[in-house]
């Protein structure tokens, strides 16, 4: 079955350390976004995707990185820069330019929290 | 960044009632509008893309209506059931590439 697969689910680290959250989706898809999530709070973007070796700044880039070296994975890197890395990370993916028709599909996350 | 507002942010259902909440949007530059169903421990999964003023769309139980001209669109439950309970999320296409702005959310519990 196609879709997106987020590893770890719950990840723990130390203030100071770089951790990368993997993302993988053999769906095809070029389009690959990452969000974070905050209670009450809704989805913020993190970085996205649009096509393999270019992404883009979201609205809260600050204290991330990304890179795109293949089409299926799109690993996201919260660096010691980002002040306030405990939360919840979601990746997704979507047809490029037919997101107004399909939708993006999502994975199921992962927890991160600094201790 | 463009505001897309959801009410209410909670409720609660009794299983058998139907039930309905808001999306709220900038109306200017409109390219789509989509919802999600976020259940716990599950990924967001896609109700509906909406792309047209006066859309309705429909899935089993479950309806979504758009106003592009005054920025909203409503969603509709009928006859909730216990397996309807969870966050439906609105979010709005804000650019040509498909960037989506998410609301906060409205989390659905249906009690028996």
């Known amino acids: ?115 | 960044i463009l505001n897309v507002e959801q009410s209410p942010q909670s409720l609660h259902v009794q299983e058998g009632d139907s039930t309905n909440f808001t999306c709220s949007f900038p109306s200017s530059n409109f390219y789509a509008l989509h919802w999600y169903r976020w259940e716990t421990a599950k990924s967001p999964e896609a109700l509906f893309v909406m792309t047209l003023n006066g859309d309705e769309k429909k899935k089993g139980r479950i309806s979504a209506t758009l106003n592009t001209k005054e920025g909203y669109s409503y969603l509709y439950i009928k006859g909730s059931q216990p397996e309807d309970s969870a966050t439906y999320l609105c979010a709005q296409v804000v650019d040509s590439w498909g960037k989506l702005q998410f609301g906060a959310g409205t989390q659905v519990v249906v009690t028996p």
């Not at chain 1, 990185?65 to 293949?70: A, F, G, L, T, Y």
């Open chain 1, 1 to 115: 079955d196609g879709g997106i697969t987020q590893s770890p689910k719950y990840l723990f680290r130390k203030e100071g350390q770089n951790v990368t959250l993997s993302c993988e989706q053999n769906l095809n898809h070029d389009a690959m976004y990452w969000y974070r999530q905050d209670p009450g709070q809704g989805l913020r973007l993190i970085y996205y995707s649009q096509i393999v070796n270019d992404f883009q700044k979201g609205d809260i880039a600050e204290g991330y990185s990304v890179s795109r070296e293949k089409k299926e994975s799109f690993p996201l890197t919260v660096t010691s820069a980002q002040k306030n890395p405990t939360a919840f990370y979601l990746c997704a993916s979507s047809i490029r330019g037919q997101q107004a028709n399909y939708g993006y599909t999502f994975g199921s996350g992962t927890r991160l929290t600094v201790v």
